[in-house]
């Protein structure tokens, strides 16, 4: 995506055009990572370059939650080594600078809050403890218009639907404008129309320069946004490239093989989150 982020923030990202467009917004290089003593990742590379669209494809435990969560810090390397922003991991600190949707569990959270308050959470690696201020009231009411959740900000999430509760945890990752929004499966359990909204709040970001990184079990109403896809199989990656066209069944699981674009319209050549 060639937009321009115009902003005096000099922490902000330069005009993303092929060669200019400044360092990768993630480089993972090398990733090995164990969870619950078992080897899950066995050395991926990963790239998102900025403004890019990248899928993370692959088959149930193939390893792309723990890659995403790699990324921003809750899962640490045991070897291989992580940039963000051209920063080396230790010494990035912009966390503001970057919207993470988590996977959605079946279990619903112990801590009863209201949708506006799991929204503002969002806006916590902006301004710390300093108390909320008008901008940041703005910019809730603004999340929340996107994802069409406005006039249930004071219901308790508990009570939402699946679907609904998804578009809250979308707003709270839109909330701070990142510069790179990642996505763990953002399109599971929402319905066709749903999807379509979330599709082109999806756009409304790529266009204003946002790089996205989406774990995704079929590319769906999102095709036509991504420019690269990165499959996992067995927590190494086994293609890295353009989009496997109509992914759809052939991402379920256990189905291990793509087929690539034979005519690519799309492919261009161009501390921790949570701690
Ligand atoms: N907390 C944990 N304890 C033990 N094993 C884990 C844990 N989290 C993940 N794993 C294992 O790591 C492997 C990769 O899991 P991961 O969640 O990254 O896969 P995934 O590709 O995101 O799968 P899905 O498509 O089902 O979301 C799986 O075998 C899983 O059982
Ligand atoms: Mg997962």
């Excluded at 792309?64 to 600190?93: H, M, N, Y």
């Excluded at 909330?175 to 990642?182: E, F, N, S």
């Excluded at 793509?258 to 989150?273: E, K, Q």
């Amino acid at each position: 995506m060639s937009a321009v982020i115009s902003t005096a923030d000099s922490d902000r990202l330069q005009p993303s055009s092929g060669e200019d467009a400044g360092p990768a917004v993630v480089s993972l290089r090398g990733a090995v990572a164990t969870v619950g003593g078992r080897p899950v990742l066995r050395g991926v590379d990963l790239t998102v370059r900025p403004g890019e669209v990248v899928a993370l494809l692959g088959a149930n435990g193939s390893g792309k939650s723990t890659t995403v969560k790699t990324v921003i810090g809750s899962v640490p390397l045991a070897q291989g080594s992580l940039e963000l922003f051209g920063r080396p991991r230790r010494k990035f600190r912009a966390w503001h600078r970057v919207g993470y949707v988590p996977q959605r569990t079946t279990a619903a959270g112990g801590v009863p809050a209201t949708v506006r308050e799991v929204v503002s959470t969002g806006r916590l690696p902006q301004h710390g403890l300093l108390p909320f201020r008008r901008t940041d009231r703005d910019a809730v009411d603004r999340a929340l218009t996107s994802v069409g959740m406005l006039d249930r900000a004071g219901d308790g999430v508990a009570n939402l639907s699946g679907g609904q509760h998804q578009r809250v945890l979308i707003a709270r990752a839109l909330v701070g404008r990142p510069d790179l929004l990642i996505m763990d499966e953002p399109m599971a359990g929402v319905d066709v129309d749903s999807q379509q909204v979330l599709a082109d709040i999806l756009r409304t970001e790529v266009e204003r320069g946002c790089a996205v990184l989406l774990v995704l079990h079929e590319l769906g109403p999102l095709e036509p946004l991504i420019d690269r896809a990165v499959v996992l199989r067995d927590g190494c990656v086994a293609h890295d490239g353009p989009p496997p066209r109509s992914v759809g069944q052939h991402a379920l699981p256990g189905h291990d093989h793509v087929h690539p674009h034979a005519d690519d319209h799309h492919h261009r050549t161009t501390p921790g989150l949570l701690t």
